[in-house]
């Protein structure tokens, strides 16, 4: 399927592509044009990246690791980085049919002239995507089928931990944090190129392969047994035996994205966004963003203050989000709360805290975060319906703990509460699940005990739970979607045993199908690119979107592929692994010793939890020494600088609230 | 400090003083917005500009802008408008400027004034494009256009949301024609007024004014009207933009909804 008509030459293809666009669904995504979007003059960079979010562009438009390498990249005086999306089928169609190829949304060059493209997966469903762009673009599928006129293809997020279901698509897979090996890696690309590219190809991958954080697959063989699982992964040549992810340390040096996209179209996340934290130390069993982002690194109270000033002023966003994987766990959240809702005060600027446990919030922090602005409702994700399983997945809040903080949010004039669950857990039963139901039940008791109102809600949100890889369920058998969805089938019995409260409780969940084929993707190991390819050749595109995703599609292409090679979807999703059997991704060090993760597995199904490092002993994970770094947390002794806000000053004097 | 307690209202805010009308553009590449993504572009450039704007009460607070009739996706304009609700008074021109200066470039404000006497919907009941038909030779797009004028009714179907509607397009076409070519009788380039280079080749050009109706007929409206009566099936896409709106006068011009006394000329 690849596009002969593709030159390497970096015209705008905007001419072509817009009489194309009055014929297809929002052709605002693809037109550019952004409120802070940058276009550098191609002739002055050394070095050119295609930064690629393989999803459509609301949902990629707002990505926090696309925007900071974006900003990063561009100020560079010898490099400049353009963005692009996923593409709907509506355009591909017309862009075949009228040989468009994929482009930038900022200069409209196409992909093929540029040096890298760099995509981010924060998700496995995106790797399809990734297919179109590359066969769109006029770059060949296979790593192996490429020149070098072709640009350098660079996996990162957190799905570059295990890369191998990719691995004969993408040249380089990046591990961890990016904003320091994106500059390493322009570094090498443009010495390169300045010698003249001695070595072609070859010579240039493997100067990337002595990287810190660069894995290429292409510099491994992976020899398997006859039992289906890994023999051997063996380094060719100069690469390394195994490759340690990359960690930024002091975030206040590193304050990106400083000037946020601001989007024309309408995306998931209106709003702006400012990293208070990295990492996260609860340790929970089944969270891999928690466990490959090790250790906690938090940004300084004046830090956090001086993005959110910058990121308003930049934007004109009327809701800052607060982002980390535990936003209330910072050790100056209070003071950031406050600060900023003094700041903003009278200005209808918002504040959210898009992720927060229930032990460290309290009615005075959602105080603060709705003083100025919207009082949505409050957001708790449980994950697991009983103190056992909870005890399983090391995610020790007490059913207590929930409905005091409910009681007192709902007394406090909150009428909405959302509960995350997963179900398909380590050692579930269906009694673990059933208990959603009465914690539901007790949560709509209290509120309307707390509120005096017949008229609270309850929303219980239920995903299917997928091991990842470098976490301790990375063993674990994956529950298969008939189990799920006969429990959940149960669970919403259970909901509406009792009218009188179920009638308050309303419950999502999705098709546990998809679960499955993420859950092959996530773990899989080379041999699971054939299903891949086989699926988009298929017409597979946009997995992520239950509205384009096929399982009998996948199912049919997994059976094709991998029975042939004596293993199996279910091999790789549904079959425990025991503890000396080689893993794909064993050779990518996250800087969790494994004998760790092991251990932390039987401590799983013993039921016996782990506490979190920053308020106890270090239990030796391994990540800070494996990775030369340390816990970075407050109080940090700065202050949140009071200032002057856009739009403040007089004209807001008669807008505070009284009370 | 402020806290919100059960029974109060969220944001007891302060009362609109001045509203200020505007003219803006949509161009270019933003020809591609909705007006819902309009609509959200302002309500940030207000942010951003410090403009006092006022907002509406309650826990969900909006700035206070008015719209009138968004020129649909995809067609450019040099003609919307959009009434904003201020907390303090502002010269217009100030406001203008300010606004203009944090909008994306192809949203610009052309014109502004205080709102005074009419409401702006009833300031406005028509519409004049200009429509570049690449492609379309100004005499085939005369011969369609005299078969259209000929007729009483052409009724031309749309799928909406709502489901399908039969629009007819005669009924609310006030005048139609063909822009001369240009001299020297080279061929027409389309050079729409944004500068965007045009495809350099043969390219009709039609003026039209249309009564405002409801459903409101759009370009494409009058383009499928041509297909239905003369068959006239351009190659390439129709660039419309919306070039005025205003009162209709006795001779098909339209008069400025920022002026009461100001008429635009009709070219």
């Known amino acids: ?659 | 400090m402020a806290r919100v307690r059960p029974g109060e209202a969220a944001n007891p805010a302060p009362p609109t003083v001045q509203r200020v009308r505007m003219r803006f553009a949509k161009r270019g590449r933003l020809r591609f917005l909705s007006h819902r993504d309009v609509a959200r572009s302002f309500e940030r450039a207000v942010r951003r500009a410090g403009v006092p704007v006022a907002h509406s009460h309650g826990f969900s607070p909006h700035p206070r802008l008015s719209w009138i009739g968004a020129a649909p996706t995809g067609s450019a304009s040099e003609a919307e408008y959009v009434e904003i609700g201020l907390t303090r008074p502002m010269e217009p021109a100030e406001l203008a400027a300010a606004l203009d200066a944090a909008l994306p470039a192809g949203l610009d404000v052309l014109d502004a004034a205080v709102a005074e006497g009419a409401a702006l919907a009833d300031r406005i009941d028509a519409s004049r494009w200009r429509v570049e038909l690449p492609g379309v030779e100004p005499h085939e797009l005369l011969a369609a256009l005299d078969a259209l004028l000929a007729t009483d009714s052409l009724i031309v179907e749309r799928v909406t949301p709502s489901g399908r509607r039969n629009i007819d397009v005669r009924a609310a076409l006030v005048r139609a024609e063909v822009d001369p070519p240009a001299p020297g009788d080279a061929p027409v380039e389309a050079v729409p007024p944004d500068g965007t280079p045009g495809a350099g080749r043969t390219c009709a050009i039609m003026t039209a004014v249309v009564r405002q109706t409801t459903p409101a007929v759009r370009p494409d409206d009058v383009l499928g009207a041509l297909d239905v009566v003369a068959g006239l099936r351009p190659p390439a896409p129709a660039k419309a933009t919306r070039m005025a709106q205003g009162l209709l006068d006795h001779r098909g011009d339209l008069a400025d909804p920022l002026g009461s006394d100001r008429v635009t000329t009709r070219n």
């Open chain 1, 1 to 659: 399927m690849g596009l002969p008509w593709i030159s390497v030459t970096a015209p705008s293809v905007f001419a072509d592509l817009e009489p194309l666009l009055p014929r297809v669904a929002k052709p605002v995504q693809y037109v550019g044009g952004e409120l802070n979007a940058q276009l550098k003059d191609w002739e002055s960079a050394a070095v050119r990246w295609a930064l690629m979010y393989p999803d459509a562009y609301e949902v990629g438009l707002p990505n926090q690791g696309v925007m900071i390498l974006y900003e990063v990249l561009n100020e560079r005086a010898d490099a400049l980085a353009e963005r692009c999306y996923a593409v709907w089928p509506d355009l591909e169609a017309l862009m075949r049919e009228h040989r468009v190829p994929a482009f930038t949304v900022d200069g409209h060059r196409p992909l093929g002239a540029f040096d890298l493209l760099g995509v981010s997966f924060s998700t496995e469903l995106g790797y399809t995507n990734l297919l179109t762009a590359l066969d769109l673009a006029g770059i060949p599928l296979h790593a192996v089928d490429r020149t070098d006129e072709h640009p350098v293809v660079v996996a990162g997020g957190h799905a570059a931990f295990n890369p191998e279901p990719i691995a004969d698509f993408v040249d380089v897979a990046v591990l961890g944090d990016g904003e320091e090996v994106v500059g390493e890696i322009t570094d090498v690309v443009r010495d390169w190129k300045a010698q003249g590219r001695p070595g072609g190809r070859a010579e240039l991958l493997a100067r990337l392969a002595a990287t810190d954080g660069c894995y290429v697959p292409s510099m491994y063989e992976v020899e398997y047994a006859p039992d289906g699982g890994i023999a051997a992964v063996r380094p060719r040549e100069s690469a390394p035996a195994s490759v340690t992810k990359r960690t930024t340390s002091d975030l206040d040096s590193w304050p990106y994205p400083k000037a946020p996209l601001v989007p024309l179209a309408e995306t998931v996340h209106e709003r702006a966004s400012v990293e208070i934290f990295r990492g996260c130390t609860r340790g929970c069993r089944f969270c891999q963003a928690g466990m490959i982002t090790r250790p906690v690194r938090e940004r300084s109270l004046r830090g956090v203050g001086e993005m959110v000033d910058a990121a308003v002023r930049a934007s004109g966003f009327d809701e800052v989000g607060l982002l980390s994987l535990s936003s209330a766990d910072h050790s100056e959240i209070a003071e950031i709360t406050k600060g900023l809702a003094d700041r903003y005060e009278g200005t209808n600027t918002s504040l959210s805290l898009p992720s927060t446990r229930v032990d460290a919030f309290n009615i005075d922090l959602a105080n603060e975060i709705s003083r100025n602005g919207r009082r949505s409702g409050l957001t708790f994700a449980p994950e697991g319906g009983s103190e056992r399983i909870r005890r399983v997945i090391n995610k020790m809040v007490s059913e207590e703990d929930l409905i005091r903080t409910v009681s007192e949010a709902f007394a406090q004039g909150w009428r909405q509460v959302k509960l995350y669950f997963m179900c398909g857990l380590p050692t579930e039963e269906d009694e673990d699940v059933l208990e959603i139901a009465g914690m539901a039940h007790r949560v709509i008791q209290a509120g309307r005990a707390a509120s005096g109102r017949n008229d609270v809600r309850c929303t219980i949100s239920i995903g299917g739970f997928v091991p990842k890889p470098h976490t301790p369920f990375q063993w674990a058998p994956q529950a298969h979607p008939d189990v799920v969805d006969e429990r959940l089938r149960k669970l919403r019995e259970a909901v509406n045993s009792n009218r009188k409260l179920g009638r308050n409780i309303g419950m999502r969940y999705h098709d546990g199908r998809p679960s499955l084929i993420e859950g092959l993707l996530a773990r899989g190991d080379r041999r699971v690119g054939r299903v891949i390819e086989r699926v988009w050749r298929e017409g597979g595109r946009f997995d992520g979107w239950s509205e384009h995703f096929s399982y009998d599609r996948w199912t049919a292409a997994a059976q094709a592929e991998l029975e042939p090679l004596g293993v199996s979807l279910e091999w790789f999703t549904t079959r425990e692994r025991d503890r000396d059997e080689i893993l794909p991704w064993d050779h990518l060090d996250s800087g969790l010793d494994r004998d760790w993760l092991w251990d932390d597995w039987q401590d799983a199904l013993a039921g016996t939890e782990q506490d979190d490092c920053r308020w106890t002993p270090c239990f030796d994970c391994g990540v800070c020494p494996s990775t030369g770094t340390d816990i970075e947390v407050g109080p940090s002794g700065t202050t949140l600088i009071p200032l002057t806000v856009v739009g403040g000053g007089p004209t807001s004097g008669g807008a505070s609230a009284g009370g």
